[in-house]
């Protein structure tokens, strides 16, 4: 599932949770998107050598994002 679906759900399987249980989980699921962006860089070669030659970390992340990586 996407980062955006997974914020989408939490606005219909969590309606009548608490607020604080919506930010734990929005929280939770932004941590585990960075964790999993972070480990991309870290573990693929290929991203490591983009830094390397100028492209910024905000283009990485679109590059992420369009490979349409989903976190579990």
């Known amino acids: ?3 955006k679906k997974m914020f ?4 219909f399987v969590y309606e009548i949770s608490t607020k604080e249980i919506k930010l734990n989980r929005c929280e939770q699921i932004a941590d585990d998107y960075a964790i999993k962006f972070v480990e991309w860089i870290r573990n693929d070669q290929l991203n490591t050598q983009f830094l390397y030659k100028g492209i910024s970390v905000k283009e990485l ?9 989903e976190i579990k």
């Open 1 to 3: 599932m996407t980062i």
């Open 61 to 69: 992340l679109e590059i992420f994002k369009k490979e349409n990586y």
């Open 8 to 11: 989408e759900n939490i606005l």
